[in-house]
């Protein structure tokens, strides 16, 4: 506790002395029968003043001693039992008060947590279950295919793999929470990650007669391949999203000393340079329309937080009315520290 708010608190207490000291002065000054010589007079208010800043030291002290001690009775999780380390009454009512907030807020926290632990494992349930009439919705429509118009096809078949990717995202994140326990840091070439990250996007690529290039060669990447992979899911999918009919998405693997990179570009409107800095906020979708499905912001927000997690980097360029470009960025040393401290 410093001093000046050591005397904030005590000024009552002092400024009552300094003034029984000043009345004591002004009667010693004006009654002229009062016995008393000059240095004797001298000798005890020199007397005085030394008791005085003695006890501003010893007060200081012991308040100093009470509020530290109070202060580590807080940080040591309040307990009922370290009540009795308080010798004074005031110090006991105030760790009195302090315990009964901490055993609420426990008790609080702990309500919180249950409940938080029945609708996560509600929700996970529901994710699993849904999974099965999506699954089931999309073979029927592929089943019957030639018995539908093509267009119909197509919008049925796009609203459902929207809701199969909003209800994955939803999985990622919750499990993102996580990550620490579901992870497994191995040598994983670029080429299955691309194809996997493909999977599911043929018949977009069909629909909008999008042309799609591979470009460099095949690279091993220290990673976890489902994590990853979901990642440049997402990276795809916001591709395929705005990319226009007879577009073009070019995927280019390249490796620039300890970095190995991943790039997804495709052709279109791109991304203005002002939303460039906020893309990947959560919630954030472009302040002009662009062609495609519908963006939730929500995917980027997550690619860019997986990728962190596991000590990726996950960038973006782009030139307004020409292309967007994502970067997954592989740097085995930032993986290895990421997954260390996990």
């Not at 105030?94 to 632990?117: F, M, P, R």
């Not at 990179?261 to 662009?290: A, H, M, P, V, W």
């Not at 939730?296 to 307004?320: D, I, P």
């Amino acid at each position: 506790m410093k001093f000046t708010e050591y005397l904030k608190e005590r000024w009552i207490v002092y400024g009552f002395i300094i003034i029984a000291f000043v009345f004591a002065a002004v009667i010693y000054r004006l009654d002229t029968n009062f016995n008393i010589t000059a240095s004797n007079a001298n000798y005890i208010l020199v007397a005085w003043l030394l008791m005085f800043i003695c006890f501003i030291g010893i007060d200081y002290s012991i308040f100093n001693h009470r509020v530290e001690n109070f202060k580590k009775y807080c940080q040591l999780n309040a307990s009922s039992e370290d009540m009795e380390d308080f010798s004074y009454p005031l110090d006991r009512e105030y760790a009195e008060l302090v315990y009964s907030i901490a055993t609420q807020y426990e008790k609080y926290k702990l309500d919180i947590h249950n409940k938080a632990s029945e609708e996560l494992e509600f929700i996970t349930r529901w994710l699993h279950d849904v999974k099965v009439p999506i699954s089931a919705a999309r073979l029927i429509l592929e089943n019957h295919e030639s018995d539908i118009p093509g267009d119909f096809y197509k919008g049925m078949y796009k609203e459902i793999f929207a809701i199969e990717e909003s209800v994955q995202r939803i999985f990622y994140e919750i499990k993102s929470n996580s990550l620490h326990d579901d992870y497994k840091i191995a040598k994983v070439s670029t080429q299955r990650l691309i194809a996997q990250a493909l999977k599911g996007y043929s018949n977009f690529f069909s629909y909008k007669k999008i042309k799609i290039f591979f470009i460099g060669e095949n690279y091993d990447v220290l990673t976890d391949e489902k994590w990853s992979g979901y990642v440049l899911s997402q990276i795809i999918s916001n591709a395929v999203k705005h990319t226009p009919i007879e577009g073009k998405i070019t995927i280019t693997t390249e490796r620039k000393g300890d970095e190995t990179i991943i790039s997804i570009k495709n052709t279109g409107q791109g991304i203005l340079q002002k939303d460039i800095g906020q893309i990947f906020r959560k919630g954030y979708t472009s302040s002009e329309e662009r062609s495609g499905m519908k963006a939730t912001g929500y995917g980027l927000y997550l690619s860019k937080k997986l990728s962190n997690m596991l000590g990726h980097r996950l960038l973006v360029e782009s030139q307004y009315g020409k292309y967007a470009a994502f970067h997954l960025v592989f740097i085995e040393k930032e993986t290895l520290h990421h997954v260390t401290k996990m």
